[in-house]
């Protein structure tokens, strides 16, 4: 039977006290869900996997497995080797985001409320970047993520459905975790 490759990204855990999930742990429970080739990539909730189900059974199976496990609910966006393949490969503000670690793409569960782009757009400062793509909002944040205020409105409350954020160097190198992968 094909196996299909997916990266699993979790919002919110490891931050601050909140939410510790052990990745060791983690895989641990992803595998028991029926997962294999489980790997982890940081501490922040990003995992790769194989599986014969589609990217909803992934979804729900991680977030089910987290649950059982360590008693939390964490929303998890998913995405296949393809998918974030295409979304490096797109890299929208390549040309002006100078630096990996100010550069953000913002993983989306869903379509965004109506106003939410226009809203983000309007809140960026004058040297800030934000494109919404596909499934995925890119943002720049040449000045700091820490004290911008885009980066602080780039949440699934103001985006009106789940999401989860990852700097540039862990989505180029999830994107090759997943290579290797297939």
């Known amino acids: 039977?094909?196996?299909?490759?997916?990266v699993a990204l979790l919002r919110g855990i490891n931050v601050g006290k909140a939410n510790r999930i052990p990745m060791a742990a983690l895989r641990e429970a992803v595998e028991a869900a029926g997962f294999t080739e489980v790997r982890t990539h940081l501490a922040s909730g990003n995992?790769?996997?194989?599986?014969?189900?589609?990217?909803?059974?992934?979804?729900?199976?991680?977030?089910?497995?987290?649950?059982?496990?360590?008693?939390?609910?964490?929303?998890?966006?998913?995405?296949?080797?393809?998918q974030l393949?295409?979304?490096?490969?797109?890299?929208?503000?390549?040309?002006?985001a100078a630096t990996p670690k100010l550069y953000q793409v913002t993983f989306l569960g869903g379509p965004p409320a109506p106003d939410?782009?226009?809203?983000?757009?309007?809140?960026a400062l004058a040297s800030e970047h934000v494109v919404h793509a596909g499934h995925e909002i890119y943002t720049w944040h040449p000045d700091g993520i820490a004290d911008s205020k885009l980066a602080l409105r780039v949440t699934a409350k103001m985006l009106g459905t789940s999401a989860t954020s990852r700097n540039w160097a862990t989505v180029v190198a999830?994107?090759?975790?997943?290579?290797?992968?297939?």
């Open 116 to 123: 939410a782009i226009p809203a983000l757009e309007a809140s």
């Open 174 to 182: 999830l994107r090759d975790l997943a290579a290797e992968a297939r």
């Open 85 to 96: 393949d295409a979304i490096v490969k797109r890299n929208p503000l390549g040309d002006v």
């Open 1 to 6: 039977m094909w196996m299909a490759v997916y």
């Open 47 to 82: 995992i790769v996997l194989q599986t014969t189900g589609g990217a909803e059974k992934v979804r729900e199976g991680v977030e089910q497995a987290i649950t059982d496990a360590f008693g939390l609910t964490i929303p998890v966006v998913v995405r296949t080797a393809a």
